[in-house]
């Protein structure tokens, strides 16, 4: 069993802060946990816009503080994400965040991260594993 708290994670390596600038993430549960998952708590700061595209993992995320427009860049549509309201990209869309306040989030990955991941300039992960 392990417990852990979010704040025992704050300056540790677990505690990441985005090359851009944008967003910083506190990686609860890790690929060296081999769960199968990772766990993490992200806040993406008002008024930045971040573009992802997970083209080597699954995200769910749930919003737990403030609000975002998050875009589908597949299609174009756009949808307000705000407390309680979660997302999945279960087809590796490309997806562009734009929090209007500091956006706070749960997100779970499968495969799991290792925790040393940061968007490549397509907003891509790499797929890093454990040895």
Do not use: Q
């Amino acid at each position: 069993m392990i417990i852990r708290s979010f704040k025992d994670i704050e300056g540790t390596d677990r505690h990441v802060r985005s090359a851009s600038g944008t967003w910083e993430s506190k990686r609860i549960v890790l690929a060296k946990e081999r769960v199968g998952f990772s766990l993490h708590e992200t806040v993406l700061y008002a008024g930045t816009e971040t573009r992802m595209w997970y083209a080597n993992h699954v995200e769910a995320v749930v919003c737990t503080e403030g609000e975002a427009e998050l875009t589908d860049e597949e299609t174009g549509e756009t949808h307000w994400i705000s407390p309680g309201v979660m997302y999945l990209l279960d087809g590796h869309e490309r997806h562009t965040l734009r929090p209007k306040t500091d956006f706070r989030c749960l997100c779970v990955f499968n495969p799991p991260v290792t925790g040393l991941e940061d968007h490549d300039a397509d907003g891509t992960y790499p797929l890093l594993t454990e040895d």
